[in-house]
């Protein structure tokens, strides 16, 4: 291709997208396309600004007619198949089994989607079950929201159940231990547990027999145990490198009623010890756990070895996070109670509520967890990737808008008969989605940062409408209609002053910089919007013509409130 020819392209393509032609996000394409243009790089420079000032003086109509004459090529990313060693068409069963403690997040989307995706591919069932077996964290509210994430997400299961429901199954199993001498009681402190632990050390609790081990247990079933007064543990090895392995607990005393149970039960199984017999248990084919559980796994096997339960195949994968907004517990639900964030649907947080609220679509959302694969390198990327997977969605439906952050007023005189007195605006600059009528009568506001880039007798364009010459700049802009014909120069977003709406625009930034929370992470951008934005519902995303996709997120008296999705 001729390098005229690739400027001319690529420009057209840029301002198609963009609408202004960048010279600055041109150059790069032009080079990929005629790679020997790098070698007069002011020349280039110099070719690219002329054709940018030519394009950015069609109408949007015209530039769309030329770019139809070049055909681009898009560069797909290979899809990573969720593969499953093993798998028999048919009978593939997964689980996914959150902890009903709080709110999903992206980390739970990928962990759903690795369980979902691969029952789609090769036939079975998906469980989704609820691994509840510590009444002082679990809720019901947070069960229902994550029933409501995944629905949201379009992920269904087969199956739903709970852990604490099959107890009695747990209690029956862990005495069945103790008969094998494979677990014990142990009534030594934390402390000296730890100590034990790091040396090494076998403690006097060890060699109890299984009676001495039933009868501290029906004690401990009983309440005559307090709480922390005693554990079972795993008889496994005290001397093995893996400190997992050094006499896991299996049992502890919880005490505080159940969001399920009651106060049926106050002995209560950890995860090592319930998560294998569920999965055998419930015919699990393919358990998938994230790597931090990569050293359980020795003893995940070596319970259901004991207890001669069949052993399903485990499945790792690392756990993803997003740089900058945190998924743990442990740092949410304290921003929560400082205030610091609004609650679990904060758009800066990364939980499936606040995606939603931020204008995140569940495609997206599924296209990015899977794009990291059944990989166990660890990933924390930052927004970009997941706001361009939702901005391939999302653009071609969006219906555009006018808005104007800091608005500054702008009265064009002369406005008589002989001026238009309305604009007729397309709802997108490609798709078919109509038009819409803006009646206007000569004042109006532009965005303070276009206002302060005006001189008096300069002329510019009100997009979709009209020129004007400015007389006078200030506070208020005073400017003369200048013609219709399109004119080389600045063109600017408008809202007609007499029908324009308040609004607001809350944009999220990073939560976090390294460790530390970001004072600044929210800002809000205020200006005005055209009328036809009154006729949005909650949850509509639009175009802010060059500002961003928005999503609306709030109706109050005289004023709307939107969530800024991207760029």
């Given at each position: ?24 996000k ?93 029952v ?91 009676q ?18 005693a ?57 998938m ?20 339960l ?23 639900t ?29 495609q ?5 967890v ?31 808008r ?51 880039t ?5 002329t ?48 999220a ?55 800024f999705?991207?760029?």
């Open positions: 291709m001729e390098l005229s020819d690739a400027i001319r392209k690529w420009t057209l393509k840029n301002a198609a997208d963009y609408k202004l032609a960048i010279p600055a041109i150059i790069g394409k032009v080079i990929g396309e005629v790679p020997s243009a790098k070698e007069d790089m002011k020349g280039t420079m110099a070719k690219i600004n002329e054709e940018a000032k030519r394009v950015n003086a069609l109408p949007i109509e015209q530039v769309e007619g030329e770019l139809g004459a070049y055909s681009f090529e898009e560069k797909k990313e290979e899809k990573r198949e969720i593969g499953l060693e093993g798998a028999l068409a048919g009978k593939v069963v997964t689980r996914f089994a959150p902890e009903p403690s709080g709110y999903p997040h992206i980390g739970h989307a990928k962990a759903a989607f690795l369980e979902y995706v691969p789609q591919k090769y036939g079975g069932k998906m469980l989704l079950r609820f691994d509840d077996t510590n009444p002082e964290k679990e809720k019901v509210e947070f069960v229902q929201a994550i029933k409501d994430g995944l629905l949201w997400l379009g992920i269904s299961w087969q199956e739903e159940t709970y852990t604490s429901d099959r107890m009695e199954e747990f209690y029956a199993y862990a005495q069945e231990l103790m008969v094998k001498n494979c677990a014990y009681v142990c009534t030594c402190d934390a402390q000296e547990i730890k100590k034990n632990r790091m040396g090494m050390h076998e403690c006097d609790c060890r060699v109890r027999d299984g001495e081990n039933l009868l501290l247990w029906k004690k401990m079933m009983g309440g005559n145990v307090a709480a922390g007064g554990i079972v543990r795993f008889r496994g090895d005290m001397h093995a490198q893996n400190t997992v392995l050094r006499d896991p607990t299996l049992f502890r005393i919880i005490e505080g009623a159940h969001y399920r149970q009651g106060e049926k039960y106050r002995v209560w199984p950890s995860y090592d010890f319930a998560a294998p017999i569920m999965d055998s248990l419930e015919g699990v084919t393919h358990a756990r994230s790597k931090e559980y990569e050293l359980r796994d020795e003893l995940y096997f070596l319970i259901l070895k004991k207890l001669e069949r052993a399903p195949r485990l499945v790792g994968f690392s756990r993803l996070a997003i740089k900058g907004a945190p998924v743990s517990k442990r740092l949410i304290p921003l929560i109670q400082e205030g610091k964030v609004s609650g679990y649907d904060d758009p800066r947080l990364p939980t499936l509520v606040a995606l939603k609220r931020r204008g995140m679509q569940p997206a959302i599924q296209e990015f899977l794009s990291f694969g059944l990989s166990k390198v660890e990933s924390e990327p930052g927004w970009e990737k997941l706001l361009n997977e939702n901005k391939k969605i999302i653009d071609p439906k969006s219906m555009r006018y808005f104007v952050k800091n608005p500054v007023k702008l009265n064009v005189m002369g406005a008589i008969e002989s001026i238009r007195k309305e604009a007729r605006i397309k709802n997108h600059p490609i798709k078919d989605m109509g038009e819409r009528v803006v009646q206007v009568q000569g004042n109006f506001y532009i965005a303070g940062a276009d206002a302060a005006l001189q008096p007798d300069e510019f364009r009100l997009k979709d409408l009209y020129n004007v010459k400015v007389a006078k700049v200030g506070e208020e802009i005073i400017g003369a209609h200048a013609g219709e014909e399109m004119i080389v120069g600045k063109k600017m977003q408008w809202v007609d002053a007499q029908s324009a709406i308040k609004c607001e625009v809350l944009v930034g990073d939560l976090f910089v390294g460790e530390k929370y970001n004072e600044k992470s929210l800002s809000v951008d205020s200006g005005l919007c055209e009328s036809a934005c009154a006729q949005l519902e909650i949850g509509d995303i639009v175009q802010f013509e060059r500002y961003g996709f928005v999503r609306l997120d709030k109706k109050e008296e005289g004023k709307l409130v939107f969530v999705v991207s760029g």
